[in-house]
């Protein structure tokens, strides 16, 4: 079994959707939650951090923890046709420690 | 200023040739990383360093070498290209050791096809 677990899709939503993006995992240890958008041929850039439990919102994005159904999303409110990208969702057990990914998401908002 | 810089961004070669990567980074970061990207955009952790100290070396065939001269650079040597080696390969870098984790800055990636 991976570590992390994530749908791969593709997610096509039309503009102005609100998208929520998910990944499991198994490691009850992991505490550090991050998601990361990766454009077409481009790197993975960070996009939002979260640590422990609990929600956090950053503009149109909002990104949930939940620790006892070892559960993570990410939400998209407001879509624009510029969020469409690869989503990948990555969490480590410890400050300094590897993170580990998920396959990430593919998300198209059509205009 | 490209933060963390990878060289070659293409790369295509023949089975058996020896090919090497450069990543450098202006961040002032303590640790490097390599990634494999396979095509279904799975990020698979290879090699990190800390302070040119190897600290992760996860199952990787021997013909996969990293280096670092120096905690900006880390370079990823790869003898015998075989045709499972084509990916992308991202080069990363993360600031350590602050009790909290930031998470990555990635390279742009170097697209390695092997024929």
């Known amino acids: 079994q991976k570590e992390v677990e994530q749908d791969p899709g593709p997610l096509s939503v039309p503009e102005g959707a609100i998208v929520s993006l998910n990944c499991t995992y198994s490691?009850?240890?992991?505490?550090?939650f991050m998601w990361y958008r990766q454009y077409s041929r481009k790197g993975p850039e960070l996009l939002m951090y979260?640590?422990?439990?609990g929600n956090k919102e950053d503009g149109r994005f909002t990104a949930q923890v939940d620790k006892s159904s070892k559960y993570i999303s990410l939400f998209i409110r407001d879509s624009q046709p510029s969020d469409s990208a690869t989503y990948l969702c990555a969490m480590s057990a410890l400050a300094g420690n590897q993170f580990y990914f998920g396959t990430g998401t593919s998300l198209t908002v059509i205009p | 200023d490209t933060a963390v810089s990878q060289t070659p961004k293409y790369l295509v070669t023949q089975m058996g040739n020896d090919k090497s990567i450069k990543c450098e980074q202006n961040?002032?970061?303590?640790?490097m990383y390599w990634y494999k990207q396979d095509s279904k955009k799975f990020l698979k952790i290879m090699f990190s360093y800390n302070n040119k100290e190897l600290i992760i070396n996860e199952t990787v065939p021997n013909r996969f070498s990293p280096k670092s001269p120096d905690k900006a650079h880390l370079n990823l040597h790869i003898n015998s290209l075989e045709l499972g080696d084509s990916a992308v390969y991202f080069c990363?870098?993360?600031?350590?050791?602050?009790?909290?984790?930031?998470?990555?800055?990635f390279g742009s990636g170097t697209r390695l096809t092997v024929v």
């Open positions: 979260t640590y422990s439990s």
């Open positions: 990363a870098s993360s600031p350590q050791g602050r009790g909290l984790n930031y998470g990555y800055t």
């Open positions: 961040l002032g970061h303590d640790t």
């Open positions: 490691n009850s240890a992991f505490q550090y």
